[in-house]
C-alpha cells in the first residue's frame, strides 16, 4: 500500500519528504517552532520581530512525543497503528500543524480521502495562524504550501511557497514545489523560472528535470495557441474591413441604401 502513495507522491509532486529529504537540523527547529504556536501568548508582531519561544506544556511535550512514534510507525507500514498516535497528539494539542499534516498523509495512505482533506485543512489553517506571528519561517509556508498542494489549492499554494523561497533562496525542494504548483495553474513560464532554479541549486534532482521538460512544453503550447488566436482576430478584423468597404454587413448580406430624408 505506501508503494502506491509513494508513487502518487513522485507523479503529483505534491507531498513532503518524510525523513531526509530536507535538512534534518533545519527540520527539527522547523517542528519546535510551529509547536510553539499553539503556546503563543504574544500578540502579533511586525515582520521584523522575533517572538521570544514560549515553553511547552507536558500535554504538548506528550504530543511531540507522540508523533515522532506516529512517523516511525508510518515509516514501518503500520498505518493503523501511526494515525492512533497522530490522533492522540492532537487530542493532548488541538493546534499541532504537523500532526494534522501527518495524520492527512496517514489517512490518505489508507484511501481515507475526505478524512485525509479535512487533516490538510487544519493543517493548512494551524500554519496559517503560526506564520502570523512568524513571519520569517521559511519551512513554515513551505509547509503550509504542501497542505493547499494536498487540497488542489494550488493559487493559494503558490502564494505559501513564493513566500517560502523569498526567505530561503537557496532551497531547491523549495523551487520545485513552486515550479509544480505553477504547472497546475498553467502558469507555464514562470514554473519554467521556478524549477530551473531548483535544478541549479540541485543538479542531481531528476524530477525537477522531469517537471521542467513538461513545463517548457506547456509554454510551448501556449505560444502557439495564442499566435493561433492572434491569426484568427486578424482574419476576423481583414474580413470586417473589406465587409465595410464592399458595403456589406459582417454576416456577408448586402447594406440596406440609405433612405433619404423627406
Known amino acids: 500500500m505506501k ?63 507522540l508523533l515522532e512514534q506516529g512517523k516511525e510507525l508510518f515509516r514501518q507500514d503500520k498505518d493503523t497503528e501511526a494515525a492512533e498516535l497522530f490522533k492522540k497528539a492532537l487530542a493532548l494539542d488541538p493546534d499541532y500543524a504537523e500532526a494534522h499534516y501527518r495524520l492527512g498523509l496517514t489517512l490518505a495512505s ?4 475526505d478524512e485525509a482533506e479535512e487533516e490538510y485543512k487544519k493543517a493548512a489553517e494551524a ?4 506564520v502570523r506571528t512568524n513571519q520569517k519561517d521559511a519551512d513554515a509556508f513551505f509547509y503550509m504550501g504542501q497542505s493547499y498542494s494536498r487540497l488542489g489549492d494550488h493559487a493559494e499554494a503558490v502564494k505559501a511557497y513564493k513566500q517560502a523561497v523569498k526567505l530561503q533562496p537557496e532551497d531547491g525542494d523549495m523551487y520545485y ?22 535544478i541549479d541549486l540541485d543538479p542531481d534532482n531528476y524530477r525537477a528535470g522531469e517537471a521542467l521538460d513538461k513545463a517548457k512544453e506547456g509554454a510551448e503550447r501556449i505560444k502557439v495557441l495564442q499566435k493561433r488566436q492572434e491569426e484568427v482576430l486578424r482574419k476576423q478584423e481583414a474580413a470586417a474591413k473589406r465587409a465595410n468597404q464592399n458595403g456589406l454587413n459582417s454576416n456577408g448580406s448586402v447594406r440596406p441604401a440609405p433612405t433619404a430624408s423627406p
Open 177 to 198: 514545489e513552486l515550479g509544480l504548483s505553477l504547472s497546475r495553474l498553467a502558469q507555464y513560464q514562470e514554473a519554467v523560472t521556478a524549477l530551473q532554479k531548483a
Open 127 to 130: 500554519y496559517k495562524k503560526y
Open 3 to 65: 508503494l502506491l502513495v509513494t508513487v502518487f507522491v513522485l507523479v503529483s509532486g505534491a507531498a513532503v519528504c518524510l525523513t531526509g529529504c530536507r535538512s534534518g537540523s533545519r527540520q527539527s527547529d522547523a517542528n519546535a517552532n510551529l509547536s510553539n504556536a499553539s503556546a503563543s501568548t504574544t500578540s502579533e508582531t511586525s515582520v521584523e520581530t522575533t517572538p521570544t519561544p514560549v515553553a511547552l506544556t507536558q500535554e504538548q511535550n506528550e504530543a511531540r512525543t
Open 110 to 113: 489508507q484511501g481515507k480521502r
